[in-house]
């Protein structure tokens, strides 16, 4: 299954027990379902920002998830009758919120910061799998594409040592 593939599957996933938090009576402690609905909600974000910006590296999409996801908090600062009746409905509720919290923007930071280290060790697993001259650009350096050689990487010049490209 490619990467696009598993980061929209958990895209249904993270919705799925987002949602769940939220609105089952699961009789979870009233923080947990707070402050797990809203780290679901910015690891949404953060797997559907991953599905479309796929060739970007992790932590650029997990530095757009996280701004994204402050910026939506920042909204709820914002006040004007017709966004207020949209806050009022479920798809308001779920997308936008009603009320401004500082921690739930450092939930949505620790979330997002878990999907980015989670989507950089998967991108190593699904490029050694397919095309591998993603995965040396991304934890070697870089790849000349032409001959195969590592021509830098933060560990120093390669050169052609004939290593093959996969990360170790």
């Known amino acids: 299954m490619g990467r696009v593939a598993v980061y929209g599957t958990l895209v249904i996933a993270t919705i799925g027990a987002g949602l769940l938090l939220r609105f089952a009576p699961l009789g979870l402690p009233a923080l947990v379902v707070k402050y797990g609905g809203s780290t679901m909600w910015a690891l949404t974000i953060y797997w559907v920002l991953a599905v479309l910006l796929a060739r970007w590296q992790p932590w650029r999409v997990?530095?757009?998830?996280?701004?994204?996801?402050?910026?939506?908090?920042?909204?709820?600062?914002?006040?004007?009758?017709?966004?207020?009746?949209?806050?009022?409905?479920?798809?308001?509720?779920?997308?936008?919120?009603?009320?401004?919290?500082?921690w739930d923007i450092a939930a949505y930071w620790v979330a997002?910061?878990?999907?980015?280290?989670?989507?950089?060790r998967e991108r190593h697993t699904f490029e050694e799998e397919g095309s591998s001259a993603e995965i040396c650009v991304v934890s070697l350096g870089i790849l000349n594409v032409e001959t195969g050689n590592f021509v830098y990487s933060e560990y120093g010049q390669f050169g052609d040592l004939g290593l093959p490209c996969r990360s170790g």
């Open 62 to 102: 997990l530095v757009v998830a996280g701004v994204i996801a402050t910026a939506v908090e920042f909204f709820k600062l914002y006040r004007s009758p017709e966004v207020d009746v949209f806050r009022l409905t479920l798809p308001g509720i779920l997308l936008l919120g009603r009320y401004f919290s500082v």
């Open 112 to 120: 997002i910061g878990v999907g980015g280290w989670a989507g950089g």
